[in-house]
């Protein structure tokens, strides 16, 4: 059996779901696996609020290099969210030879080249499988299986929150306001929302896809953006009429003379089509490849555990591939 010590960074939603799923699946991953991990070592300020998990207070601490220069620790994930101090964090780490995983998209989609250029530069790997899609592994299928092609296209629903948003309001007739506090009390959305309603988690989450499977990057900014903050019950109930369904949509396709063409933004699709049946926090990506054809990926994008699967899967990849391991 081969010990890993993990430093976690943040213990919020996703935190205590990562933790979790740890607790849940310990013994599963072990036999699975041949790797015994602990999360040693834990950044959080609020050590008082009621967590469905059993943490030692010990383990707690408020002082970033508790973690951050800790020998014994070999990952390091970061869940704290925002772009700084995560970025200075996830770059130290990195820095002191430490292995980093992450579901910043908003640090991730900002700090692209920087970050993968300082894990290589220093012989660690850095994942964010987490960053998009939540539970779905589609950035893995990207780097691994799906290198034999070359991307075309990709169509996404990217955001757990607007999509409950707008499935509440079409299904069940619930105001937009009360659909977003339900998605909020599920752990679904942003600490600011606006990210979400605003399209600004979808273009962080569309500029990272776009790197991993165009080789192009775009910085999120320059996505034309727009969110569902303008949809109002009247859009969903005349959509619903002409056998349509509003969904927030990101897109991205190879431009023919070279480029990548991209946006995100709200759009009335035909009720049969496979996206419009993606409700609630589910999500789905929609890509081809110019072998593989087709390809549509389908699962929770946002909420503590499905999330908290993906870094954990993370998190075990490297425990399995790392030579820092052996
Ligand atoms: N707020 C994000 C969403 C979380 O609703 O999709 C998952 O990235």
Do not use: W
């Not at 994930?77 to 995983?101: C, D, Q, Y």
């Amino acid at each position: 059996m081969r010990h890993i010590n993990v430093g976690l960074l943040g213990m919020g939603n996703i935190g205590t779901g990562t933790y979790k799923t740890l607790e849940m699946n310990k013994e599963c991953i072990a036999r699975n696996t041949g790797l015994d991990i602990t999360i040693s070592r834990i950044l959080e300020k609020d050590v008082l609020r009621e967590r469905d998990v059993t943490v030692d207070m010990s383990q707690f601490t408020q002082n970033p290099d508790d973690v951050l220069n800790d020998p014994s620790i070999g990952i390091v994930i970061e869940l704290l969210g925002g772009i700084e101090p995560a970025t200075s964090f996830m770059l130290a780490a990195l820095r002191n030879g430490k292995h980093v995983v992450t579901a910043n998209k908003a640090a991730v989609a900002k700090n692209y080249s920087q970050l993968m250029k300082t894990a290589r530069d220093n012989g660690v790997m850095i994942r964010f499988e987490a960053a998009v899609g939540g539970g779905i592994p589609i950035l893995n299928a990207l780097t691994s299986q799906l290198l034999s092609n070359k991307c075309m296209e990709i169509l996404g629903i990217l955001n757990g929150t607007t999509n409950y948003i707008l499935t509440q309001m079409a299904q069940n007739g619930l105001a937009y306001e009360d659909a977003l506090k339900d998605a909020q009390a599920k752990g679904f959305a942003e600490a600011d929302p606006t990210a979400d309603v605003e399209g600004h988690d979808v273009a962080n989450k569309l500029s990272i896809l776009i790197s991993m499977s165009f080789g192009e990057r775009i910085p999120p900014e320059d996505i034309p953006t727009v969110g569902i903050t303008g949809i109002s019950m009247a859009d969903i109930e005349k959509a619903s009429a002409e056998g349509k369904k509003i969904k927030l949509i990101a897109q991205a396709k190879r431009k023919e003379g070279g480029g990548v063409e991209c946006s995100v933004g709200p759009m009335a699709i035909p009720a049969d089509s496979p996206l419009a049946g993606v409700n609630n926090e589910f999500n789905a990506i929609y890509i081809v490849g110019n072998a593989v054809g087709e390809l549509m990926f389908y699962g929770k994008g946002a909420g503590p555990l499905p999330t908290g699967s993906a870094v954990m899967g993370d998190v075990i990849e490297i425990g399995l591939t790392s030579a820092m391991f052996r």
